[in-house]
């Protein structure tokens, strides 16, 4: 599964804390749900492996320290991009024919980032204003970064500022990467081919959206997806990551430390099937399931899952 460049700027430091909570025994299993969504709790559902059974919660989680996180590291591109010159209505807004763009990078550490459709044919981006530190596009090929700042040393806790990109209705993109820190995303209703989004310690909601592939990644943050997709890679290292799909999917990854997973299936899925390395926290069903090995089948099993982690916990869901 691949790891972006943001999330290892953290990783070492949350599995240092992580394996001496492990270590000093700390760590238990336990029941959890998402209560924001109208999915059945862990407690009318199937325990298979692991864990109390007391409908507990999971311990709370603390984020890091904003201000302990290091500098931001732009794309090692950037230097072999052009600098794209403001064009919309204020010096720190644009306004750009996609006719050259097939691809879109968001690059952003503080504040909120906004994705949704416009009705006009023009990709629009546009931010709160910060005259010392504006944002910086960039075109690599047919690649437009979006980056907080030009100042590579501008740390998350330095200022806020909040991003909003509006996308053309019939331009649909071949990737869209997103990689947060301390910036929440909301995103509705956009379709594209292949959907890749990195956060430390930022709510990502991403609703009714649909791709062929959808990879999401977080650290002491969470991050919520509804939609259609193909392929779905979810990593939660102490954070909390979660999919409602609209329809079966053909494989799926979840990877998680000491964080939790949660993956939504339509009430008329015909069958998954699961494939587990070292998954040593709890894993719970509403779907009634067969034992095969240390791995479970349900159906015709046609759908892959793909569990690995420590001390994480995993939950197959029933939509409603």
């Not at 700390?26 to 199937?46: E, I, R, Y």
């Not at 500022?161 to 990737?175: C, G, H, Q, Y």
């Not at 991403?206 to 890679?233: K, M, P």
């Amino acid at each position: 599964m691949k790891t972006n460049a943001i999330i290892r700027i953290v990783l070492f430091s949350v599995l240092i804390a992580v394996l001496t909570a492990v270590l000093a025994g700390s760590l238990a299993f336990h029941s959890f749900h998402v209560a924001s969504w109208d999915w059945d709790t862990v407690q009318n559902s199937q325990i298979v492996s692991g864990g109390n059974q007391d409908g507990s919660q999971l311990p709370p989680q603390n984020s890091p320290d904003n201000s302990q996180l290091p500098p931001w590291d732009w794309d090692d591109d950037a230097g072999n991009s052009q600098v794209v010159t403001p064009t919309g209505p204020s010096s720190s807004s644009y306004s750009l024919p996609v006719t050259t763009i097939s691809e879109l990078e968001i690059q952003w550490i503080a504040g909120t980032i906004s994705v949704a459709y416009s009705e006009g044919d023009t990709l629009e981006i546009s931010e709160t204003e910060n005259p010392k530190e504006p944002m910086v596009c960039r075109q690599v090929g047919n690649k437009l970064v979006v980056q907080f700042c030009r100042n590579k040393l501008i740390g998350p806790a330095t200022f806020q500022k909040d991003l909003t990109i509006r996308i053309p209705r019939n331009w649909v993109p071949m990737e869209l990467q997103i990689d947060t820190v301390s910036a929440d995303l909301d995103m509705s209703g956009i379709t594209l081919n292949e959907l890749e989004v990195d956060s430390v310690s930022a709510k990502c909601t991403l609703t009714d959206c649909t791709a062929d592939s959808v990879s999401l990644e977080t650290v002491s943050g969470d991050i919520f997806f509804s939609g259609t997709l193909r392929e779905l890679s979810c990593s939660a290292v102490s954070g909390h990551c979660a999919a409602k799909l609209n329809s079966t999917p053909y494989s799926v990854e979840l990877e998680g430390l000491s964080g939790t997973l949660e993956l939504g299936l339509p009430a008329d899925c015909t069958g998954f099937r699961t494939e587990m390395e070292k998954a040593t926290g709890q894993f719970v069903s509403d779907f009634p399931v067969t034992r095969v090995g240390r791995d479970y089948r349900y159906g015709d099993g046609m759908c892959l899952i793909e569990i690995e982690g420590l001390a994480g916990n995993v939950a197959i869901r029933k939509n409603p």
